[in-house]
């Protein structure tokens, strides 16, 4: 069973920071991976999305990269703002048979302080 | 374009009552899902339906139902509501498989409370 783990569960950071949101999947075997923001009270919003067959994909300050062999990605966020506060949730979906059924991580709640 | 819509938005239960989520998407997607979010949990898969007339469980599927009424919209019903069924729901939907990018579009949520 796919398994999405991201750590730590929350972060703090001053303004302007560059920083780095971590996800691992047990399973390599997976058809794409994506990372959504979650703002309080509101519903998911998908920020970019790494097909299997790329190592990155790039959207204004972000950047999302893959490495199956290793189970791996990582949410880059240049220049952090305290908009960027919020929970970043990757999941992924698996290749074979899965329906588009993601399995997700439970998220990294992000605090930019000004 | 709306996107993805639900209704309702809050909704207080006495244990035992029904009610039926409604979800509907104006991106003529073929597919969409009903998840549930809780705390410590993160969001579990309860049904989804890959394309008009067909339904499947996910991961968490009992005390729930779903009818795909037509390529537009996707209810999930409580028959007899639980405690534990207390959270936020999410509906969702994407372009079939093989289609550009799988990405899925999510709605702004429905807060179930059961007492």
């Known amino acids: 069973k796919q398994e999405v783990t991201q750590i730590p569960a929350a972060l703090s950071v001053p303004e302007g920071e560059n920083l780095v949101l971590n996800c691992s999947f047990t399973?390599?075997?997976?058809?794409?991976l994506q990372w959504f923001r979650q703002d309080p009270g509101k519903g998911l919003t998908s920020l970019l999305l790494i097909q299997s067959s790329q190592r990155e994909q790039t959207s204004g300050r972000l950047n999302a990269s893959l490495d199956k062999s290793s189970g791996r990605s990582t949410l880059y966020i240049a220049a952090s703002q305290p908009g960027d506060s919020a929970t970043y949730l990757c999941?992924?979906?698996?290749?074979?048979?899965?329906?588009?059924?993601?399995?997700f991580g439970k998220g990294i709640t992000l605090s930019v302080r000004p | 374009n709306a996107g993805v819509t639900q209704t309702p938005k809050f909704q207080v239960l006495k244990t035992g009552q029904s009610m039926t989520l409604q979800c509907a998407q104006d991106?003529?997607?073929?597919?969409m899902y009903w998840y549930r979010q809780d705390p410590g949990m993160g969001l579990r898969l309860i049904y989804y339906?890959?394309?008009?007339?067909?339904?499947d469980k996910g991961e968490v599927p009992n005390g729930y139902n779903v009818s795909r009424l037509n390529k537009r919209e996707f209810s999930l019903r409580l028959e007899s509501a639980a405690p534990s069924q207390t959270s936020v729901y999410f509906c969702?939907?994407?372009?079939?498989?093989?289609?550009?990018?799988?990405?899925?579009?999510f709605g702004p949520g429905t807060r179930l409370l059961v007492l």
């Open positions: 399973d390599s075997a997976i058809y794409n």
């Open positions: 339906s890959a394309s008009e007339g067909t339904t």
């Open positions: 969702a939907s994407s372009e079939a498989r093989g289609a550009t990018g799988e990405t899925q579009y």
């Open positions: 991106m003529n997607h073929n597919s």
């Open positions: 999941a992924v979906i698996p290749s074979a048979g899965a329906n588009s059924k993601l399995t």
